[in-house]
């Protein structure tokens, strides 16, 4: 029995590792704590559930699930999340970094996020949505594991995700450019890089992955307004506990948290299983306050 709560905390590890990664980017890049990161998952959820319907037009095709048509329906929500990304920041964080103290930034990110979450209301409604009614079936792939082809899918595109991001942000000009960005915007920028267009490069990156884990959370469980704003802060911690301003440390931290809140579910319940993320992100702190993985003074 517990072999199966440690799947189910992998899945949802994986989720969260995305989440926090796009949630590391932008806090490493723009200094600051972007509370609506967790729409974009939301906005991320319902493109991909906008494309199906636009793809039907009226015809009969089957419900997206594992398979070539949800990988192109990611495509297309992580491409609008991505521009929605774009135009929030264009429309409201450029003008606050130029004269405001970072805390106006998290305030404005709040107001953002209430704003987007009505926005979604308003376009899809309040009830929750599902990429397909069917029952997943599940196949046992160790004894007492069961998982369905969709989890799987899940963990198998989140893995190959990390990998292509670690190579992006090693191996290109871009990549580089964003890592030094993120340890000296002032000295980057006498250097050479354009910093601005690092900062659109974060929004995109950040919002793409964001629109992924709403998307593959959504085909896992289910589509609601209240998503983003119920996984920001699972998504937060992840990145604290992880260590934040470090990639890995997000993945990592996505996955302790993932299964922390899996794992407890037989002893206290699946009602406060959000309470033992953070407990044990407390815990971890005590003893590396600046996270796992996080730099070390």
């Known amino acids: 029995m517990m072999g199966q709560y440690i799947a189910d905390g992998i899945v949802l590890g994986a989720t969260l590792a995305l989440g926090a990664i796009g949630l590391t980017l932008t806090y490493n890049i723009l200094r600051f704590a972007n509370f609506a990161h967790g729409e974009f998952l939301t906005f991320g959820a319902y493109f991909a559930l906008l494309w199906s319907g636009l793809v039907s037009g009226g015809v009969a095709l089957p419900p997206l699930s594992f398979g070539w048509r949800f ?19 264009w429309m409201l964080y450029r003008w606050l970094r130029k004269s405001e103290t970072v805390v106006t930034l998290v305030i404005a990110s709040f107001g953002a996020s209430l704003m987007l979450r009505n926005i979604v209301v308003f376009c899809w409604g309040s009830q929750p949505e599902y990429y397909s009614r069917s029952i997943a079936i599940a196949r046992e792939i160790l004894p007492g594991v069961r998982v369905t082809p969709d989890e799987i899918f899940v963990v198998a595109l989140t893995a190959l995700l990390m990998v292509t991001l670690h190579f992006f942000l090693t191996l290109t000009r871009v990549g580089k450019a964003m890592r030094a960005v993120s340890d000296n915007p002032s000295l980057a920028s006498v250097t050479g890089i354009n910093t601005q267009g690092i900062i659109r490069w974060t929004w995109v990156i950040g919002g793409g992955l964001a629109a992924v884990a709403g998307a593959l959370y959504g085909l896992t469980v289910q589509i609601s307004p209240e998503m983003g704003f119920n996984l920001i802060l699972p998504i937060f911690a992840a990145a604290i506990l992880g260590g934040v301003g470090s990639i890995y440390g997000a993945v990592l931290g996505g996955l302790i948290i993932g299964l922390a809140e899996s794992v407890s579910v037989p002893f206290i319940g699946a009602a406060y299983k959000p309470a033992v993320g953070f407990l044990l992100m ?9 996270g796992i993985l996080g730099e070390r003074s």
């Open 282 to 290: 407390f815990l971890i702190l005590l003893f590396y306050p600046k």
């Open 71 to 89: 990988l192109v329906a990611i495509v297309f929500a992580g491409a609008l999340t991505a521009g929605l990304a774009l135009l929030l920041d």
